[in-house]
């Protein structure tokens, strides 16, 4: 009997012009230790800004970190809740675990379908006039409704929750599809004891995965040399899995030469072109 294949899917959340720096360095640090492909969160909006207009760097690192290989998701809208009542029905659709949620994260719960769609519809506009593709999406806390499920099987190819990967197609309001996964293994940012806690946790978790690992980095994680240690722990010992991105996962496989994004040069073409 073959042994299933050894693979690990990295993705780092947040991205924004706030954390571009900090993300770019992880990027760096996580190709030096042999993750040739990784999936990117973006979030469209997180000050309600054109993410074009606020650091044109990033948009370029993000369309030359896709020509390499990269997958680009959404990572929400805002990537914050609206301040608004939340009625009691409304939490049920958040079933993390009590550690995996943050105050403000779950920024769709509690939203009507039009609400959801408004918001979902305006963060993919933003990203398409940036020059960005975003082949997936991840809600901020992997917070989930039956809304948000039903807005982006119809949007996007693919889309990660605690415990599963939906693809396009899945389109029945409340269920995710796909085939259940072990959930990613993060470090926590918040609190002194958290922070000392985690690392041997996350080393004890990867030891737990089966075929795939699944790891999640935020910028706030590599700000104590016990969080940086733990990291490179799980990926020497991760060291023979193959890296893949969440395109892969929900197997839409790499973006064709269609659909991944324009090199810069030819961003700077068309805008020429529009300009004349």
């Known amino acids: 009997m ?18 571009f720096e900090r993300c770019a360095l992880i ?3 996580l190709e030096d230790h042999g993750v040739d492909r990784a999936t990117l969160l973006v979030i469209p909006a997180r000050d309600l800004h054109p993410l074009a207009a606020r650091s ?13 290989g990269d997958a680009i998701a959404q990572h929400g809208f805002q990537h914050v809740r609206p301040q608004r009542r939340v009625h009691r029905g409304e939490l049920l659709a958040d079933l993390r675990p009590r550690h995996l949620r ?7 719960v509690g939203l009507d379908a039009a609400e959801t769609r408004r918001a979902v519809e305006s963060g993919w506009r933003l990203l398409k ?5 975003p082949g997936g999406f991840v809600a901020p806390a992997y917070a989930y409704t039956p809304a948000l499920r039903d807005t982006v099987s119809r949007r996007f ?20 599809g796909g085939d259940l996964l072990f959930p990613p293994i993060a470090l926590g940012g918040a609190g002194t004891v958290r922070r000392a806690l985690t690392p041997p946790a996350v080393r004890v978790g990867s030891l737990m995965m089966g075929s795939l690992l699944r790891l999640d ?3 706030r994680n590599l700000e104590t040399t016990r969080q940086v240690r733990a990291l490179e722990w799980v990926l020497r010992r991760s060291a023979e899995r193959t890296a893949v991105t969440y395109d892969e996962l929900a197997g839409a496989g790499p973006a064709t030469a269609a659909e991944r994004p324009p090199a810069p040069e030819q961003l700077e073409a068309a805008q020429r072109a529009r300009a004349a």
């Open 2 to 19: 073959s042994r299933a294949p050894q693979r690990i899917a990295v993705a780092i959340h947040a991205v924004e012009p706030a954390t």
């Open 56 to 68: 044109p760097e990033m948009v370029e690192w993000l369309i030359e970190r896709a020509r390499r």
């Open 157 to 176: 190819r693919w889309w990660a929750e605690l415990l599963r990967v939906g693809m396009a197609g899945d389109r029945e309001a409340g269920s995710a």
């Open 102 to 108: 943050r105050r403000g994260d779950a920024e769709f």
């Open 217 to 219: 980095l935020h910028p």
């Open 129 to 133: 006039l940036a020059g960005i593709e």
């Open 27 to 29: 990027r760096d640090w």
